[in-house]
């Protein structure tokens, strides 16, 4: 049984694994979309994310070190925290989008998808309220 045995491990050692997520982040943030597998997008989605959030609430020394020392480039770290940081600074959360693609791979057959930032026109969708229902 797998209970609390969270997150993918890709058959890969706790380095390795690290590595590969810091290397995709890193690529996502540079590119701003990159195409991968379904299960390292949604790996990623989750890492990079609190990279934005930390980037949003402004430049200090301690947030600038604690991504630098998560992205592998400092001019990319340096891009989050001018560009994409201000970006998304009045959107609560939600600042990746993955999109599964209809090919699958053509070694291993695994499903593909694209992980992409949200533009700077996209805004947050606010839930539709839920009708009163009177009861008599």
Do not use: C
């Not at 400092?74 to 693609?101: E, N, Q, V, W």
């Not at 996209?122 to 009708?131: D, G, I, L, Q, S």
């Amino acid at each position: 049984m797998r209970h609390r045995n969270a997150g993918r491990k890709f058959k890969r050692t706790p380095s390795h694994r690290r590595m590969l997520l810091r290397n995709l982040a890193t690529a996502l943030i540079e590119h701003g979309r990159i195409e991968t597998t379904l299960a390292k997008a949604k790996e990623v989605q989750p890492f990079v994310e609190k990279l934005i959030t930390l980037a949003k609430d402004g430049w200090n020394l301690n947030n600038f070190r604690r991504v630098n020392a998560v992205l592998t480039q400092k001019k990319i770290t340096f891009s989050l925290f001018h560009d994409i940081g201000p970006r998304f600074a009045g959107r609560p959360g939600g600042y990746t989008r993955i999109y599964k693609l209809a090919k699958l791979r053509q070694g291993d057959a695994s499903q593909m998808a694209v992980i992409s930032l949200l533009g700077e026109s996209e805004k947050v969708k606010a839930a539709a309220p839920k009708p009163v229902v009177a009861t008599v």
